[in-house]
T-cell receptor, first 113, second 112 residues
Framework: NAGVTQTPKFQVLKTGQSMTLQCAQDMNHNSMYWYRQDPGMGLRLIYYSASEGTTDKGEVPNGYNVSRLNKREFSLRLESAAPSQTSVYFCASSLPTIGGTQYFGPGTRLTVL | DAKTTQPPSMDCAEGRAANLPCNHSTISGNEYVYWYRQIHSQGPQYIIH???NNETNEMASLIITEDRKSSTLILPHATLRDTAVYYCIVSSKNANAGKSTFGDGTTLTVKP
């Protein structure tokens, strides 16, 4: 039981490049989340998915897209990376619904030059 | 979901109790209080949650005031490994309730 896994752990991009951050959970959770954390700051919600097939915007969705591929996987895509998107990205999942206890992955550290 | 207010930082002596306060004056009747902590840029870790009664588990105790407008997380015997950022959030378990806001949390430093 790995919990919540994220790939990659580290990534460096140039401005304008695109990439997809992957997240998977093996706890059969319905809800999944993407957060970003800038240095010295708290977590801000980018997007969440209450259940398979649904996604909703969080506090800071601009510049990102998400896909809830199936119940296990929730990916975050940066279409054209900008330096302002340099951050640590955390994926989380919860059951049985939005608002339940969240379990977090180890994070992806992204630098955009 | 309701917002929370926490002090930005606190110190605690090793072996003593750490009491971390949280204000959530706009909490609704169906919203739970959750506490998480984040150790040195790792993913946040769930600690405890409650609705209106006090709760205790192997990690901590949660005291919620009768009016539910504030709560206190208690680490009974703080160790150096408890140095972390502690987040208090309120959240409904309603599937249509949307999302929780984490805020900046309280940085707890446990000193020898």
């Amino acid at each position: 039981n790995a919990g919540v896994t994220q790939t990659p752990k580290f990534q460096v991009l140039k401005t304008g490049q695109s990439m997809t951050l992957q997240c998977a959970q093996d706890m059969n959770h319905n809800s999944m989340y993407w957060y970003r954390q800038d240095p010295g700051m708290g977590l801000r919600l980018i997007y969440y998915s209450a259940s398979e097939g649904t996604t909703d915007k969080g506090e800071v969705p601009n510049g990102y897209n998400v896909s809830r591929l199936n119940k296990r996987e929730f990916s975050l895509r940066l279409e054209s990376a900008a330096p302002s998107q340099t951050s640590v990205y955390f994926c989380a999942s919860s059951l049985p619904t939005i608002g339940g206890t969240q379990y977090f992955g180890p994070g992806t550290r992204l630098t955009v030059l | 979901d309701a917002k929370t207010t926490q002090p930005p930082s606190m110190d605690c002596a090793e072996g003593r109790a750490a009491n971390l306060p949280c204000n959530h004056s706009t909490i609704s009747g169906n919203e739970y209080v959750y506490w998480y902590r984040q150790i040195h840029s790792q993913g946040p870790q769930y600690i405890i949650h409650g609705l209106k009664n006090n709760e205790t588990n192997e990690m901590a105790s949660l005291i919620i005031t009768e009016d539910r407008k504030s709560s206190t997380l208690i680490l009974p015997h703080a160790t150096l490994r408890d140095t972390a950022v502690y987040y208090c959030i309120v959240s409904s378990k309603n599937a249509n309730a949307g999302k929780s806001t984490f805020g900046d949390g309280t940085t707890l430093t446990v000193k020898p």
